[in-house]
């Protein structure tokens, strides 16, 4: 039962700040930007199914801004694609942050927490005393002036 609830806890919160209005920008998935500059390489394991969609969300590894409502800094929506993925996020500078990944499996835009999973960066567990919102601090990750490749396991109910 601690798993379910941990996992319940987890995917609606993903859900939330996947679903949060942001001042953020949406971008396409093009890989080159993942060439030069501060950028991150997200490479995605265990996506479930190749239904619905995967949703990326950048945001500064501060307390402030992790998860929080209108602070992501980029979103990238794909279609999902069993298996494994690899989506490319451009970062504004060198610095800290972390990423939130959420798969919509029926591509419905809702939270269907018997369904959708979801996964962040440096693949903290998630439990009941933390309700699904690990510290920024198990999540953030440094970028400095080139890409860096980070891998995100996804989870599901």
Request: aromatic residues 6%.
């Amino acid at each position: 039962m601690s798993k379910f609830v941990s996992a319940l806890f987890g995917v609606s919160l993903l859900a939330v700040a996947a679903t949060a209005q942001a001042e953020g920008r949406v971008i396409s998935n093009d890989l080159s930007q993942c060439r030069n500059g501060p950028s991150t390489l997200v490479q995605i394991s265990g996506v479930k199914a190749s239904t619905g969609k995967i949703r990326v969300q950048s945001y500064r590894g501060t307390s402030a801004d992790w998860l929080e409502k209108g602070r992501w800094l980029a979103r990238i929506e794909v279609p999902a694609r069993a298996g494994s993925m690899t989506v490319c996020v451009p970062l504004p500078q060198a610095g800290v942050y972390g990423i939130a990944v959420r798969h919509d499996v029926n591509g419905n835009g809702k939270t269907d927490i018997t369904r959708d999973g979801g996964g962040m960066s440096n693949n903290p567990s998630i439990n009941i005393f933390n309700l699904g919102k690990p510290s920024y601090k198990k999540t953030a990750f440094s970028v400095g002036d080139a890409p860096k490749t980070i891998s995100i396991s996804m989870k599901y109910m």
